[in-house]
C-alpha cells in the first residue's frame, strides 16, 4: 500500500513540474493571421513537402520555443496583420486551432497588445515597448574590417580540436 501511494504522490509531483503554468487562447479578429516566432520555418534539408511558410495557417501543430529553436533562429514574440502582439521575456510554447493562439508558458501570463491596425503598427509596438533600437550607428569598424565569430562558425559544438582548426583557417 505504501509504494503505491508513494508512487502516486511522485506521479503527481512530475505531473505539476512539467505542467505549463500558464495557457492562454487568444480569439482570432476577422481576417487575422499571425506572423513571427521563428526567422525560418525549416531547417536546411527539410523536405519540401513538409516546408510551410508564414503567415501560420488556422490550424498549426504545437511549437515550443523552448526546445526547438531552429538553430537559435526563433524568438518569443507573435505579431498579426491587424496590429496586435504577443511577447514574452521567456520561450513559450503554441499552436493555432481553428484560428485561435492557444499559448503554453511555464513563466509568465502572456497577453495580446494592441499596438495599432496593422503588421507594421504591431511590429513597432513589439519593438519599441520590449526590444527598442538604440539610435546609434555601430562603430564604423564592423563595417571596414572582417568579423570573426568562432560562435557562428562553430554552434554549439565546440571543442579545442575545432577552435584550433578555426584559428588556422582564420591565419
Given amino acids: 500500500m505504501k509504494k503505491i501511494n508513494l508512487t502516486l504522490l511522485l ?12 495557457v492562454l487562447e487568444i ?5 487575422e493571421k499571425w506572423y513571427g516566432a521563428y526567422t525560418a520555418k525549416a531547417f536546411c534539408g527539410t523536405p ?14 504545437k511549437k515550443d520555443l523552448s526546445t ?3 538553430a537559435n533562429q526563433a524568438a518569443p514574440v507573435l505579431i498579426s496583420n491587424l496590429g496586435r502582439y504577443l511577447w514574452s521575456n521567456h520561450p513559450f510554447a503554441f499552436e493555432m486551432k481553428d ?4 499559448i503554453y508558458s511555464d513563466v509568465e501570463k502572456v497577453e495580446a497588445v494592441v499596438a495599432g491596425k496593422t503588421l507594421r503598427d504591431a511590429y513597432l509596438g513589439a519593438m519599441n515597448a520590449n526590444f527598442p ?10 563595417f571596414k574590417m572582417p568579423q570573426y565569430n568562432m560562435w557562428i562558425e562553430l554552434n554549439y559544438n565546440q571543442d579545442q580540436q575545432k577552435v584550433l582548426k578555426y584559428a588556422s583557417d582564420v591565419i
Avoid: H, W
Fill in 99 to 102: 484560428g485561435s493562439v492557444i
Fill in 11 to 22: 506521479l503527481i509531483l512530475a505531473t505539476s513540474l512539467f505542467a505549463e503554468k500558464f
Fill in 133 to 142: 533600437a538604440s539610435g546609434k550607428t555601430p562603430e564604423l569598424l564592423m
Fill in 48 to 61: 519540401l513537402k513538409n516546408l510551410t511558410f508564414q503567415p501560420y495557417q488556422a490550424n498549426e501543430k
Fill in 27 to 31: 480569439k482570432p479578429l476577422s481576417g
Fill in 68 to 70: 526547438d529553436n531552429r
